[in-house]
């Protein structure tokens, strides 16, 4: 028996051996990350994965195949302009971890363009012995000579932040510099940056995110910095903005009270007021008018204006008490803000109807706000848009894709054409397969839509993934499934993504529809689409896989407990499990006002409800389940995988889990991480959704 064998089972005997109260949970053990004892199960489980699914040669051709498309060098190369240059983030066989490059947009045109690397990641990790993530930037405008980059260890979400100098392509020594944390900061000037991070006992929420805001110069000690803006330990985090839009600067303090009211403070002449609003109600600014949307119906004077609109005021006469509001965005049954963004002159709004897309302009002119569209109507195609320099012009950077195109980027100006940029090949075969949008009738009579790609002409039931996330008013959109197209839909299986309630595709309500005591509408508009894909013969239930991450995971653990019937196998990676627990672990509190507090009674008895940890049964026959997480995530605790798994081991059932030691909430850190993962979640998937497999079949 190895030492870490030896570690495992000595704490399940002591756990077997001890009177335990009703309540209490047996495989606590496993919340502590990083001891020894957890990890050793971790990676006892991780050895029994590889051998399930790792040991034949058609895992190597999908491992292979899956880490050749993410790494190959015909992938668009998205950019952002900074300054005079076009700047991409590029991951590939030779740069693991990443490179930080730039070129013209002259160049850029090219295909094959000349890049000047600014930053390689993994040559950094190596010089400083980590195991460096490039967690994004903030540059400085309009000098765009110095950024603030963040660096995580393994792909956490707590970064250390360096200020980087563009210019001469090196960090800038004596400059500013934060410590490993859950930090966010924001350019106030080139010698002073807005700061939220963890300053020391009693600075952070009960979230785990930063409860101060500091005002930091250059030169000065962090904990002689000014202190701006102090929130409560139960607020979910404060957070500084600023938005350097030339002749239109702003900055402020964000304090986010739970997961969807919020308060904002304006920073004006040194000092913070706070903007009058509905904690509900988000705002923006945009030149010099003040953009509002309310989550929940707001009653102004005579007017009540409905969730899910944009309006637009004036900022200086708002700030004077003014109410004077111009309605960019107003939503109807069908029509949602999926959301928006703004060039120099005008509001670009991304418009969802019956999940399709469309992009509208706003402008103001004539004492008024006009609205028309970007383009014509594109079918099932997802459209996104940003601004190349907000600053200076009317110029938008453009993606189009759907299930089976590839994405198109390009660049186009308000009132002008478009450019297309950059095109990326196919990387299946689509000869034959469309996509099709249905609808399901959910046991209230909810009308659930839902996407299915897979062959025109389905003869016979086939091998079919549903997906689904059903969480913070999220919008499931089509867009080109690389893996899922090269590893699924090109060997013949059906693909499909359902708009469940929960999610953001028809707007707030749409999500509210599944808050906290009627989460079970999530689920049950979920089943109601695997039901309807049975009633239509596209699949039967032993054909029948889910997949789903992080409340996407929740979901399928529901799916686990509540209909074991229906599904073939299930996927779930990085998830939530156990919900009576789950605001006591990292971020777990920020979602109250998702799911509800545990520690509320009659907040439990709906909890429970959807609980899978605590809703599983040794006596219930569950489908094959493949659980995944990471080590390194400080978002969703690796604890929620680790016990569930544990407690069906326990029962005997049939359950295989993976954890990756890096990649956090992303649950990989580079694209090798990556192809291993997706590849033993499709070598799962075909490994059980066969027609020769000997279980009982629904339909």
């Known amino acids: 028996m190895s030492k870490h064998q030896l570690i495992y089972f000595l704490c399940i005997t002591v756990m077997s051996i001890s009177t335990l109260a009703e309540d209490q949970d047996p495989y606590l053990w496993l919340e502590e990350v990083q001891s020894e004892a957890a990890l050793a199960w971790s990676k006892e489980m991780n050895a029994h994965a590889y051998e399930q699914l790792a040991q034949s040669p058609t895992f190597n051709v999908i491992n292979e195949r899956i880490k050749a498309?993410?790494?190959?060098?015909?992938?668009?190369?998205?950019?952002?302009?900074?300054?005079?240059?076009?700047?991409?983030?590029?991951?590939?066989?030779?740069?693991?971890?990443?490179?930080?490059?730039?070129?013209?947009?002259?160049?850029?045109?090219?295909?094959?363009?000349?890049?000047?690397?600014?930053?390689?990641?993994?040559?950094?990790?190596?010089?400083?012995?980590?195991?460096?993530?490039?967690g994004g930037s903030s540059t400085l405008?309009?000098?765009?000579?110095?950024?603030?980059?963040?660096?995580?260890?393994?792909?956490?979400?707590?970064?250390?932040?360096?200020?980087?100098?563009?210019?001469?392509?090196?960090?800038?020594?004596?400059?500013?510099?934060?410590?490993?944390?859950?930090?966010d900061v924001a350019w106030l000037n080139k010698d002073e940056i807005l700061v939220a991070s963890d300053f020391g006992e009693g600075t952070l929420t009960e979230s785990g995110y930063p409860r101060i805001v500091k005002r930091w110069s250059r030169g000065e000690s962090l904990k002689d910095a000014e202190l701006l803006f102090e929130g409560k330990t139960t607020d979910v985090g404060i957070f500084g903005f600023s938005n350097q839009t030339r002749d239109f600067e702003r900055a402020g303090v964000v304090r986010a009270i739970d997961f969807f009211n919020s308060d904002t403070h304006l920073l004006i002449d040194d000092?913070?007021?706070?903007?009058?609003?509905?904690?509900?109600?988000?705002?923006?600014?945009?030149?010099?008018?003040?953009?509002?949307?309310?989550?929940?119906?707001?009653?102004?004077?005579?007017?009540?204006?409905?969730?899910?609109?944009?309006?637009?005021?004036?900022?200086?006469?708002?700030?004077?008490?003014?109410?004077?509001?111009?309605?960019?965005?107003?939503?109807?049954?069908?029509?949602?803000?999926?959301?928006?963004?703004?060039?120099?002159?005008?509001?670009?709004?991304?418009?969802?109807?019956?999940?399709?897309?469309q992009i509208e302009v706003a402008a103001y002119r004539d004492d008024a706000w006009h609205t028309e569209p970007l383009n014509a109507d594109q079918g099932f195609q997802t459209i996104s848009v940003r601004p190349v320099d907000e600053s200076k012009t009317d110029e938008y950077f453009i993606t189009r894709s759907d299930f089976l195109t590839p994405p198109t980027f390009g660049i186009?100006?308000?009132?002008?054409?478009?450019?297309?940029?950059?095109?990326?090949?196919?990387?299946?075969?689509?000869?034959?397969?469309?996509?099709?949008?249905?609808?399901?009738?959910?046991?209230?009579?909810?009308?659930?839509?839902?996407?299915?790609?897979?062959?025109?002409?389905?003869?016979?039931?086939?091998?079919?993934?549903?997906?689904?996330?059903?969480?913070?008013?999220?919008s499931l959109l089509p867009a080109y499934q690389k893996l899922t197209g090269s590893e699924w839909l090109e060997n013949g299986g059906v693909y499909v993504v359902a708009n469940i309630r929960g999610g953001g595709e028809f707007g707030p309500q749409w999500h509210r529809a599944a808050l906290k005591e009627k989460r079970h509408r999530a689920y049950n508009d979920f089943i109601a689409v695997a039901e309807d894909l049975l009633a239509r013969k596209v699949t039967t239930s032993r054909l029948l896989g889910i997949m789903g991450g992080s409340n996407g995971g929740l979901l399928m653990g529901n799916m686990l407990t509540r209909r074991p019937d229906l599904f073939g196998a299930i996927v779930a990676a990085v998830p939530l499990f156990d919900m009576k627990r789950y605001?006591?672990?990292?971020?777990?509190?920020?979602?109250?006002?998702?799911?509800?507090?545990?520690?509320?009674?009659?907040?439990?008895?709906?909890?429970?409800?959807?609980?899978?940890?605590?809703?599983?049964?040794?006596?219930?026959?569950?489908?094959?389940?493949?659980?995944?997480?990471?080590?390194?995530?400080?978002?969703?605790?690796?604890?929620?995988?680790?016990?569930?798994?544990a407690r069906m081991r326990e029962f005997e059932k049939d359950v295989t889990y993976y954890e990756n030691l890096e990649g956090g909430h992303a649950g990989a850190a580079d694209n090798a991480q990556r192809a291993l993962m997706s590849a033993l979640q499709y070598q799962f998937l075909w490994k059980h959704l066969t027609v020769d497999r000997d279980v009982p079949d629904q339909q």
């Open 69 to 134: 498309i993410l790494d190959a060098q015909d992938r668009i190369p998205y950019v952002s302009k900074l300054g005079d240059f076009y700047y991409n983030f590029w991951q590939d066989a030779n740069h693991q971890r990443g490179i930080l490059r730039r070129t013209t947009l002259e160049e850029y045109r090219k295909a094959t363009p000349t890049w000047e690397v600014v930053i390689d990641v993994d040559q950094l990790g190596e010089s400083e012995g980590e195991s460096w993530v490039y």
């Open 412 to 474: 186009g100006e308000i009132g002008g054409t478009e450019e297309a940029l950059k095109q990326e090949p196919p990387v299946f075969d689509v000869e034959g397969l469309s996509i099709t949008q249905h609808w399901a009738t959910s046991n209230d009579g909810t009308q659930i839509p839902y996407f299915q790609v897979g062959p025109t002409e389905v003869q016979s039931p086939l091998p079919t993934l549903l997906y689904g996330y059903g969480g913070f008013e999220v």
């Open 583 to 645: 605001h006591l672990l990292l971020a777990g509190a920020s979602w109250m006002a998702e799911y509800g507090d545990p520690d509320v009674p009659e907040e439990w008895d709906f909890i429970k409800e959807f609980s899978p940890y605590q809703n599983l049964s040794k006596d219930v026959t569950y489908p094959p389940l493949f659980v995944t997480t990471s080590t390194a995530d400080d978002r969703v605790h690796p604890g929620h995988a680790r016990k569930l798994v």
């Open 271 to 357: 000092q913070l007021m706070l903007i009058d609003k509905p904690t509900h109600a988000e705002v923006s600014f945009f030149r010099d008018w003040l953009l509002i949307s309310p989550k929940k119906d707001w009653k102004l004077e005579d007017t009540t204006y409905p969730s899910g609109s944009l309006l637009a005021a004036n900022l200086a006469s708002y700030l004077a008490g003014s109410r004077d509001m111009h309605v960019l965005f107003a939503p109807t049954p069908s029509r949602s803000l999926a959301g928006f963004t703004e060039t120099r002159n005008f509001v670009l709004m991304n418009v969802i109807e019956n999940v399709r897309n």
């Open 141 to 183: 405008k309009p000098s765009f000579d110095r950024s603030l980059i963040s660096l995580s260890r393994g792909g956490s979400d707590a970064r250390v932040v360096r200020e980087f100098d563009l210019s001469a392509k090196t960090f800038v020594k004596g400059g500013f510099d934060l410590a490993e944390a859950k930090s």
